[in-house]
């Protein structure tokens, strides 16, 4: 069991950046694929970024990549979502979640708030 909280997220113009974070409870946090994921209101939630147990595999949604990195500190049991270059388009909730091997990623956190203005 892992319990997941995101924070970082707030207002920043266009062009700016912001450092989203995942805290995990866990004991087992460092097993995990954790990913970042995005809604925003009246759409669909689309993935952003993923990154796997031991930090050496990642991956990025063509919309982030070049502009979001993610990567984690497992002796802080912290996910990072470094996100540069913002536009207003990212303005969305934005969630993380984490997986154990091939299962679906069935632990997610609250959400954090990142709005991005023109």
């Known amino acids: 069991q892992v319990q997941l909280e995101e924070s970082g997220g707030g207002l920043v113009q266009a062009g700016g950046s912001l450092r989203l974070s995942c805290a995990a409870s866990g004991r087992t946090f460092s097993t995990y694929r954790v990913a970042w994921f995005r809604q925003a209101p009246g759409k669909e939630r689309e993935f952003v970024a993923t990154i796997n147990s031991s930090g050496k595999s990642t991956d990025y949604a063509d919309s982030v990549k070049g502009r979001f990195t993610i990567s984690r500190d497992n002796a802080r049991n912290t996910v990072y979502l470094q996100m540069n270059s913002l536009k207003p388009e990212d303005t969305a909730v934005y969630y993380c979640?984490?997986?154990?091997?091939?299962?679906?990623?069935?632990?997610w956190g609250q959400g954090t708030q990142v709005t991005v203005s023109s």
């Open positions: 979640a984490a997986g154990l091997l091939s299962f679906p990623y069935n632990n």
